[in-house]
């Protein structure tokens, strides 16, 4: 039987969910004996065949296995928005938005199960993009903004620094309290703290009229720029590092951008533990005799290297946003100056190289911090955004 093939005695039957091999019927006439020796000498003689038909089966059981989990390319459409740019070959932000295929891709439920179920992809997509924007689902209010940040997995970091802001639902804060038509400069979420967040998530709950959009830079692109016109400069920055001061009043001022006072900043009205506090923060205090006290801080590094982020060198600093201004101040940690025309020319390219989208009602940005700057343009009332920052 050396020559029998297995197209004269197999049928292929393929179900929907299941493929099975089996004899043909056999002519009547025909023993048991014979119906048995025929199929053992069919199955010797195709034996590898019988081998690589399981192994197939196998793998589309696999498959069929993972289909059943909610994939990125089943929930999410890859969109376009105004600003974005490509950049090494990706798009900045990458904007997702509800594929529309199939049913519920909409809903904060539906879209807080795609991300629970693809977190590490969505992880991948942050860090590639620097940024993504998720557009066009039905996110409405706080409460549905936390469910959905929870569902990304990445844990909470509570926020320190200037900016003044409330608690407004599990972990979501408002973002600034400071008034509208002040810019809140370009900045990295807590630059200046040993403890920063890696990403920050933004929601849209109510876009500003006019204005009020979040512009965001990659913070790669000003160390190149920079590097091409004061590569000296940038690399004694660098090795020497930089020393920032910053005054804070003693209460909350709402009417300031920067305005969150001491007690509130470091959790205490006590001098004392607020000098402890701010020692684990790296930061030193010194008292003034109107009640409010100057925060040192230093040295902290002009650029850095994260890992996963292709060896870039992040403009991981606040020159330009405190060099000589009434409240803050910036200079070499040794405590030489910091040339005026250089923070005035790398002001400019931040502002070149930024990336600028308009709010939409329901919009949920994810900003690597460790690659990008972001920062706040001047708004008409009302405009709502909240944040969750996350390690
Ligand atoms: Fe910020």
Redesign the pocket.
């Known amino acids: 039987m050396e020559g029998t093939s297995k197209d004269d005695l197999f049928i292929v039957d393929e179900g929907k969910d299941q493929r099975k091999v089996h004899a043909p019927p056999q002519k009547e006439s025909a023993s048991n004996e014979e119906d048995y020796a025929a199929l053992m000498a069919a199955l010797n003689a195709n034996r590898e065949w019988l081998q690589a038909k399981v192994s197939i089966n196998n793998a589309l059981v696999m498959e069929g296995a993972s289909r059943s989990q909610p994939r990125p390319s089943d929930f999410f459409s890859v969109g376009e928005c105004e600003g974005q740019r490509t950049i090494d070959g990706e798009q900045v932000p990458l904007v997702l938005t509800p594929s529309t295929a199939g049913e519920d891709h909409t809903s904060h439920e539906a879209l807080a199960a795609a991300l629970r179920a693809n977190r590490e992809w969505l992880e991948g997509k942050v860090v590639a993009n620097s940024a993504v924007l998720l557009r066009g689902f039905d996110v409405r209010d706080a409460a549905e903004f936390d469910a959905v940040v929870e569902a990304m997995g990445w844990p909470d970091i509570r926020y320190v620094?200037p900016?003044p802001r409330t608690h407004v639902h599990g972990r979501v804060w408002t973002?600034?309290e400071g008034p509208l038509e002040q810019f809140?400069y370009f900045?990295h979420?807590m630059v200046l703290i040993k403890e920063f967040p890696e990403k920050?998530v933004l929601f849209c709950e109510v876009p500003p009229p006019e204005g009020g959009e979040t512009p965001f830079v990659p913070s790669f692109r000003v160390t190149e720029r920079a590097l091409e016109e004061f590569p000296e400069m940038v690399e004694e920055l660098d090795a020497k590092g930089l020393r920032y001061t910053l005054t804070a009043l003693s209460k909350n001022d709402t009417k300031s951008m920067r305005g969150r006072g001491w007690e509130d900043a470091f959790g205490t009205s006590d001098k004392a533990e607020a000098e402890k506090r701010a020692k684990a923060l790296g930061m030193d205090l010194e008292w003034l005799p109107d009640g409010s006290v100057k925060t040192i801080l230093g040295p902290r590094a002009l650029t850095r290297v994260f890992p996963g982020r292709r060896g870039r060198r992040m403009w991981f600093n606040t020159v330009v946003g405190m060099h000589g201004k009434e409240e803050s101040s910036a200079a070499a940690a040794d405590g030489s100056e910091i040339p005026a025309n250089f923070v005035q020319r790398v002001g400019e390219i931040i502002e070149e190289e930024s990336l600028q989208f308009r709010w939409h009602r329901g919009d949920i940005v994810i900003l690597d911090n460790l690659a990008t700057l972001?920062?706040?343009r001047p708004s008409l009332p009302p405009r709502r955004i909240l944040?969750a920052t996350c390690k």
């Open positions: 620094g900016a973002a600034n809140v900045h979420e920050i972001h920062a706040r944040v």
